[in-house]
Nanobody, 118 residues
Framework: QVQLVESGGGLVQPGGSLRLSCAASGFTFSNYHMSWYRQAPGKERELVATITSAGVMTNYADSVKGRFTISRDNAKNTVYLQMNSLKPEDTARYYC???????????WGTGTLVTVSS
């Protein structure tokens, strides 16, 4: 069955770094654009970063540009989010999203919690 399993979240001090991973299975990973979303308590889920199916193009929310980097390894069916210079406002649950580039079918992971606090 389809699975998106996020990992790498945790508690980090402001200015620190974390690397999130999302391991995919049960579908043809290379046919899917991959994204990271986040949802902070009491707020709506927001798009953080997207990478196209072949990894050629990326897009970022203005709030994370220059600090976060999305990448993927299609041989490992994994997408990553490198987060540097973390701020308290980056605190949220981070979700992995897969969207089929042909059909638009979408899958979600269950998320990994990132807390930025001193």
């Amino acid at each position: 069955q389809v699975q998106l399993v996020e990992s790498g979240g945790g508690l980090v001090q402001p200015g620190g770094s974390l690397r999130l991973s999302c391991a995919a299975s049960g579908f043809t990973f290379s046919n899917y654009h991959m994204s990271w979303y986040r949802q902070a308590p009491g707020k709506e889920r927001e798009l953080v970063a997207t990478i196209t199916s072949a990894g050629v193009m990326t897009n970022y929310a203005d709030s994370v540009k220059g600090r976060f980097t999305i990448s993927r390894d299609n041989a490992k069916n994994t997408v990553y989010l490198q987060m540097n210079s973390l701020k308290p406002e980056d605190t949220a649950r981070y979700y992995c999203n897969a969207k089929n580039k042909y059909t638009g079918i979408t899958f979600w992971g269950t998320g990994t919690l990132v807390t930025v606090s001193s």
